[in-house]
């Protein structure tokens, strides 16, 4: 017998063997085994496929939010820095504020405005002042003492007549009353003759008092003080020939006209 047919002989033998003992098949065993094999092998790398894909979009994902950080950081220190631009532009140099107040005229450092009486009786307590209450064109009049009453009655300091008053000077307490402001005279220098200055008679209730091509904001009330600015703008206050108030022989201003001390030429104003 040929080595061939043995062979058959013995494969036959073998699967007739495996049918009577309910035996699976060995030559399906292993056709079974090379499929399987072949089939399992993309099984095995389905995970590791996802997770390397998986892996991949998670690196994505994360260089888009540092991409978006980074622009939103760099959007917030532009924003900063513009914040910062601006209140530079806003706030000016220490030097040159101090270089502007230099510059500005001693007199725009007070505030002069035109006032009204509208209330005025003698001090109870001194025979030199009047208490008074002056419209300067606020919310409230202004509880004023004045030292006049050698200079004027009460008839002719009354309610209605127009005055010059300082508003920026700090309270101060007279005799007890309290004085929100000053009255402005022309004083001769013995003292022996008080004008009161007068603006013409259609001048502003409130206006402020100024000279002619000079500006600059006035002082508030504690600046006044710690500079001295009402002393050195006196200085140079007085009346000239024609009885004109005047600072550094610049005449003092209302929208009516320039204010006077009638029959006080040349006299120093305080």
Same mark, same amino acid.
């Given at each position: ?5 043995? +062979? ?15 035996? !699976? ?22 995970? =590791?496929?996802?997770? &390397? ?15 978006t950080e980074k622009k939103e950081d760099g959007a917030k220190s532009e924003k900063k820095a513009d914040k910062k631009g601006e209140?530079?532009? =806003?706030?000016?140099?220490?030097? $040159?504020?101090? &270089? $502007? ?19 005025? /009786? =003698? ?26 009453? $050698?200079?004027?009655?009460?008839? +002719? ?16 307490? %007279? ?6 402001? %000053?009255? %402005? ?14 603006p013409p008679a259609d001048a502003k209730v409130g206006e402020r008092v100024y000279l002619e091509g000079v500006s600059g904001e006035?002082?508030?009330?504690? +600046? ?7 002393? =050195? ?11 004109? &108030?005047? /600072? ?19 006299? !120093?104003?305080?």
């Open positions: 017998m040929s080595l061939l047919k043995t +062979q058959k002989l013995l494969d036959s033998l073998i699967l007739d063997l495996e049918k009577s003992l309910g035996l !699976p098949s060995s030559k399906d065993a292993k056709d079974s085994g090379v499929k399987g094999s072949s089939a399992a092998a993309p099984a095995k790398n389905e995970p =590791a496929a996802k997770e &390397a894909a998986n892996k991949k979009e998670s690196e994505k994902k994360g260089d888009q939010v540092k991409k209140a530079k532009a =806003a706030a000016p140099p220490a030097e $040159a504020k101090a &270089a $502007a107040e230099a510059d500005q005229a001693e007199f725009t450092k007070l505030e002069l405005k035109v006032g009204v009486l509208t209330k005025t /009786w =003698a001090h109870p307590e001194s025979e030199k002042l009047f208490c008074e209450e002056i419209d300067v064109g606020e919310a409230a009049p202004r509880s004023v003492a004045s030292g006049l009453r $050698a200079f004027y009655t009460l008839e +002719q300091f009354c309610p209605g007549k127009k005055v010059v008053v300082v508003t920026n000077l700090k309270p101060a307490k %007279m005799a007890g009353f309290e004085s929100q402001g %000053m009255v %402005m005279a022309a004083t001769t220098a013995d003292h022996s003759q008080v004008k009161l200055l007068e006035a002082y508030n009330p504690n +600046q006044v003080q710690k500079k001295k600015v009402l002393p =050195a703008v006196l200085a140079d206050l007085k009346t000239d020939g024609s009885c004109v &108030a005047c /600072w550094q022989g610049r005449p003092l201003l209302t929208s009516a006209g320039p204010i006077k001390a009638p029959g006080m030429a040349d006299t !120093p104003i305080s």
